[in-house]
């Protein structure tokens, strides 16, 4: 069965970085990072799939953040650099199970963490 537990979450400053973390279980086809601020929506981050590692990234994070796997250690992270006040957010891993399609919306990914806290201050 699926189960998504994430880490790494914290308060930093502004240019400093973060590594989030998610450990897997279960098959999954298609990892994902949204994240998620106060009075605004769920919105992904990056995304990887297992099998080949293709992955996207948001604009907003293009140059910033890098998500990558384990397959060994059933993990995906999102490396985030640089990072700026306007990233803070409830960050949470999604997974999708049904296919190996890319998608963006959160819908589509059935799925989800616990979410963990990202604060960056100016």
């Known amino acids: 069965q699926v189960q998504l537990v994430e880490s790494g979450g914290g308060l930093v400053q502004a240019g400093d970085s973060l590594r989030l973390s998610c450990v897997t279980s279960g098959r999954t086809y298609v990892m994902a990072w949204f994240r998620q601020a106060p009075g605004r929506e769920r919105a992904i981050v990056a995304r990887?799939?297992?099998?080949?590692?293709?992955?996207y990234h948001a604009d907003s994070v293009k140059g910033r953040f890098t998500i990558s796997r384990d397959n060994a250690k059933n993990t995906v992270y999102l490396q985030m650099n640089s990072l700026k006040p306007e990233d803070t957010a409830v960050y949470y891993c999604a997974a999708r199970a049904s296919t190996n399609q890319l998608f963006t919306a959160k819908e589509r990914y059935e799925y989800w963490g616990q979410g963990t806290q990202v604060t960056v201050s100016s």
């Open positions: 990887i799939t297992w099998s080949s590692g293709i992955t």
